[in-house]
């Protein structure tokens, strides 16, 4: 199996900043993609980072100059650094990493359990 632990959620005033971790472990022969996804009450679950394994990047309109997603292949480890924190930021969070356990295995998508980030004063 594989499973991915998120963490780095937490309140943060307008304007600060937070950096959430997801960390694969298990079997995992090979990641190809990752991604950061957000969903606030009421709506839909959306994609605000993605990174491919080539490390071309892609951010949502509302994250891009205030967010990076960054990872570390040694750790199976996946960043999402976000700065100038704004309340409709508030969401769970989820990670997403597209994962081949074996050599001849398929990729399938992975989630992480979530991690909630409250914007507020």
């Known amino acids: 199996q594989v499973q991915l632990v998120e963490s780095g959620g937490g309140l943060v005033q307008p304007g600060g900043s937070l950096r959430l971790s997801c960390a694969a472990s298990?079997?995992?022969?090979?990641?190809?993609?990752q991604g950061w996804y957000r969903q606030a009450p009421g709506k839909q679950r959306e994609l605000v980072a993605a990174l491919t394994g080539g490390g071309t990047t892609n951010y949502a309109d509302s994250a891009k100059g205030r967010f990076t997603i960054s990872r570390d292949n040694a750790k199976n480890t996946v960043y999402l650094q976000m700065n100038n924190l704004k309340p409709e930021d508030t969401a769970v969070y989820y990670c997403?990493?597209?994962?081949?356990?074996?050599?001849?295995?398929?990729?399938?998508?992975?989630w992480g359990q979530g991690t909630q980030v409250t914007v507020s004063s």
């Open positions: 298990g079997s995992i022969f090979s990641i190809n993609a």
């Open positions: 997403n990493m597209r994962v081949a356990r074996t050599r001849l295995s398929l990729y399938n998508d992975y």
